[in-house]
């Protein structure tokens, strides 16, 4: 029997999309009903794309054929409130803090390399969205399935992220070890009534 | 060119059977195959909300892309190859093959 394997790859791209929302818990199996077949490809890639993150933008510059999301999630946002602590604590500036670094990093490795596209990642928290991704593309950019996969493993980084993060952030540092009661300067030792201040 | 289609069909019969033009033979996850790709390939509708999710992760999926590739680009080759002998005209023999 002879098939034609031509569209099969393409339709198989839905499925894919499909399983990786329900794997991320961002669709049901009831998002997923749809027709496998390659007419519904560029709708369930946008719709996917749209439902990756809590937050998502759109804007499209027709003149110069460019496409704008932005894309923010409250993941992302507690991540750097995080750094923020983090630094805080350990008395670093947040260009020397290896979480947001790491964070950097990574975003990097997932959304960079593309031709026909290019992003910028925003991490402040001064207001909701303040954290996010602005990525733009062209009029040939043809990765929506990879950007939405991309996008999905970016937002379990900052949820993993957020739990080590608040692992470390629980830990006792090492001058809390060591000195457990601060002694307020200029009282001495024999002064300070240790058993009230605790 | 003319074409000999005994001598190649004794040709053909002599060759070892490829099993990796069969993509049931391919390693594929048994569940995308079953309920995903033959009745895809066999021109059925396959809606994506009847499926079992628990049954194959997208690495599968990925997996089945790759060996779909492999099968589809023997199968072009194997087209190709056919196009020849669809264009080829017969002729008729010059001796005579009875009486």
């Not at chain 1, 990786?20 to 946008?46: L, P, Q, S």
């Not at chain 1, 733009?136 to 991309?150: H, I």
């Not at chain 2, 289609?5 to 195959?33: F, H, M, V, W």
């Not at chain 2, 492999?70 to 093959?97: C, D, E, H, I, L």
Request: glycine content about 4%; proline content about 4%.
């Amino acid at each position: 029997m002879e098939y034609n394997y031509d569209e099969l790859t393409t339709a198989m791209d839905l499925l894919y999309v499909c399983a990786r929302m329900i794997e991320a818990g961002r669709w049901t199996v009831e998002n997923a009903k749809c027709t496998m077949h390659v007419d519904f490809y560029y709708d369930i890639a946008t719709e996917a794309l749209w439902s990756c993150c809590e937050d998502v933008y759109m804007d499209c510059n027709e003149e110069a054929c460019i496409t704008h999301y932005y894309f923010s999630d409250p993941c992302m946002m507690e991540y750097y409130r995080l750094c923020r602590e983090y630094s805080r604590r350990r008395g670093l500036k947040l260009k020397d803090n290896p979480y947001m670094n790491n964070a950097k990093q990574y975003v990097r490795e997932q959304l960079n390399g593309d031709w026909n596209s290019c992003y910028i990642l925003h991490t402040k928290v001064n207001h909701r969205c303040a954290s996010g991704i602005h990525f733009m593309y062209d009029e040939n950019f043809t990765g929506e399935v990879a950007l939405l996969s991309r996008l999905l493993n970016v937002f379990s980084f900052y949820q993993e992220g957020v739990e080590k993060l608040k692992a470390e952030l629980a830990m006792p540092t090492a001058l809390t070890v060591i000195y457990p009661t601060v002694i307020p300067f200029p009282l001495s030792y024999e002064k300070y009534d240790l058993e009230a201040a605790a | 060119m003319t074409v000999d289609l005994a001598k190649l069909s004794q040709c053909l019969r002599q060759l070892e059977a490829e099993p990796d033009g069969d993509i049931t033979q391919r390693g594929i996850n048994p569940y995308l195959l079953e309920h995903v790709i033959l009745p895809y390939l066999s021109g059925e509708d396959v809606d994506m909300g009847t499926l079992d999710y628990s049954a194959f992760s997208p690495d599968d999926i990925l997996d089945a892309d790759k060996e779909i590739g492999t099968v589809s680009n023997g199968a072009n080759r194997v087209s190709y190859v056919m196009q020849f002998f669809k264009k080829a005209p017969p002729t008729a023999r010059q001796t005579k093959a009875f009486c």
